[in-house]
């Protein structure tokens, strides 16, 4: 999932960004507000993480503005005013979340995988598909009722295949919403991801549930899928 | 708690209280005077008239007993004892007032009192006392003959009243008087005498009576009690050619006649043992008696009116006073329920001072004026606190994410060693944020404190210089120092040294890149001495001036979020300059840079 982080602190910047990208997620960071409102009318991101007081142009115009212009991106803010009158401005503005710091690191994950979840208008944390369930809060994986170890990666390709089970996914949705902006690596890295993905989940198991559709890109099995297309 | 409306009911009834008590204690005083007054003057006024109608009595008795006498006067037996006195004179020229051995006597018959008198020229007047006066242990009768005759009444037993016979002379009127005499036995009677001149006597027959002219006792006014009497019997005027005929001579030649008189004292025993005046003295106690009670009465009604009048002026005072406290007090509730409206919320007071009496009204406005302050001062607190927690809180969060990060999986010890340095430089961020919060804190606290002492301006620009030089230098800025020779000024070197540090620090931080900064200092007035700081980075708008000093006011919004630079700086730099007693101005324009300048002054 890819977000952007808003925050103008570099140390807490570049602390939140390594969280979140071992947790699997794709970041892109901006330090002022000209630079998030740029990233985010560019990018169609999975969810936004902004602080209030910012340089330049200040969180909660920023989020006036996108509101205005009719994004829906869900946005958690995170500011240091933690009065009830700030959260308020804050919500009524637009804002999905609101969290206060200093934060637990562990809440604010939580809280963008719900954002994340309600972003695919899905409401449980466990995604099944078939005899395969994902558990999207303790980020597990179970085939069979056999657990299988993920990379975070190889986990946020599946999580955003199940998230559009039974639908087919491009390599550039997968290629926009799993990578950040910053990385540079070769146009097939989507088709190598499908690969280690299916030498986990589909390997020893049967039927095959990561499904190629040539030409447009791939899909995870959905309830009443036929078995057929299997590459 | 005081009440007004108590403190001044009880102040107005206070001083109504003593004023109505002293007025009435006047009016009582002087009313009483003159109610005693009045009832002396009308007890007076009982008296005399007790006393006059006493005297009256008194003369009516004497004026029936002269009448008598004066009818029971027989001119022949008179006139016989004149001659005879005369003679008697003539022999024994020494008692022409002495009883002389007549045998003449006045035979009287009961007159208007039914009385008898009998007067004996010779030897005695006699009045038929048992018949006249019962009451004779009070009542005193002593008639006295011109020629010496006398008669009491025995009541006097042996002593006398005494008669003084010249006032008659001398009162040429003849009128009555009246006195207190004194008797032997020590009882005090008042007498009147009355002095009763012969103007008629019994007419001897055949005998006319024309010789009155001739008397020498010829009063013109004679006493009242015989003056009917006496007119009647007095001849006309006439000339001496009338046809009257003269009267008869004398016998023996005697032409000259005087008419004797008679003296008639009548007194009485004034005690009230008196069964006589025991009516009069009984109605005159009444009278007095009613005089008094009148007066006791009208004291009392006096006294009744006041005590109303005090108590229904305290009364209607109260109720009044009550009432119009009350309606002085309400824009007063008023003010009070429109302060009560106040919230930290809403600081403004819902009511318009306009609405309010005048002397209301500035309070009202004083108020709202405070209150305005107030709510600005609030709101810059409450932004300041903001603030202080956002400057706090960021650096705190960084810190917790950075160890939580760190701690989510197990690292390679070169990773912990950048978890740490990264968790210290966010410490010593906040460390330094947190110092200078504490700075402002003291001299909020007025614990800090100034130590002057002589310093060298020189030196303590080159120190500055000689910190700030590198940090110009790596952002490609051009540092200049311009202080010509030694200034030395007394004041608190670390404050200076903080506040040109931060002043160059700024200057640094804001400048565009191959600008300048220039350190500069000169003598001022009076052994002071003046600084300035020189930029040429981005400046600022003229509106903002005065607001950079203020805590955690930003100025550029582009700064980077470091934490050093939250605002506080300046703040510290302005507080600074006011504890060393100096001034602070700024001089910038947006695009070309700033200029500060202290002026401090040479501290004592």
Redesign the interface.
Known sequence: MRVLLVEDNKHLSRALRQGLEEEGFAVDAAEDGDEADHKARATNYDAIVLDIMLPKKDGLTLLKNWRGAGMKTHVLVLTARGTLEDKIKGLDTGADDYLTKPFELEELLARLRALVRRGHHIKDPLLRVHDLTIDTAARTVKRAGKAIHLTPKEYALLEFLAFHAGKVVTRSMIWEHLWDEHDESVSNVVDVYIRYLRNKIDKDFSPPLILTRWGEGYMLRGEDDAEDGKS | MKSIRRTLLITVLCVLVITLGVVSVVVYRLSVSSLRDKERAARDLVDQRYNDLQDEELRNRADILARDVQQNFQWEKWALRWQLAGFAAFSSPTMPLSPAPLLITVETSGGSLGNGLNARFATELTLAEDETYHNSDYEFVQMTAEWGASWKSRSLGNSVLPLDQSRFRRDVDSKPFWDFVTLPDGRTVRRVVVKAPVTRYARPTGTPPWFGRSRKDDSPHPSRAITGVATAARPPERPPDSRRPAPPPFPWGINEVVLPNFYIQCAWDVSPNNPMLRDKIAERDQQLSAIEEETERSIHNLRATLGWTVVGAIGITLLVGWLLVGLGLVPLKRLSYAVSQISAKDFRLPLDPKSLPAEVNPVAERLSQTLAQLQAAFEREKRAA?DM??????????????I??AC??PRLAEQYKQTLE?CR??AGQMSLLVERMLVLAWIDAGVDQVRPEPVEVGDLVGGVAAIARPLAEVQGLTFKVNVPGRITVRTDPDKLREVVMNLTHNAIEYNRPGGEVELSAAAGAQGGVVLEVRDTGVGMPEEIHEKIFERFFRGD???????VHAGLGLAIVKEYVDRLGGRLTVDSVVGKGSRFRIELPNAM
């Open positions: 903001a927690s956002h400057e706090l809180r960021t650096p705190l969060a960084a810190l917790t994410t950075t939580e990060v989510r999986k990264e430089a966010i919004p582009s700064r980077q979020a470091t934490g």
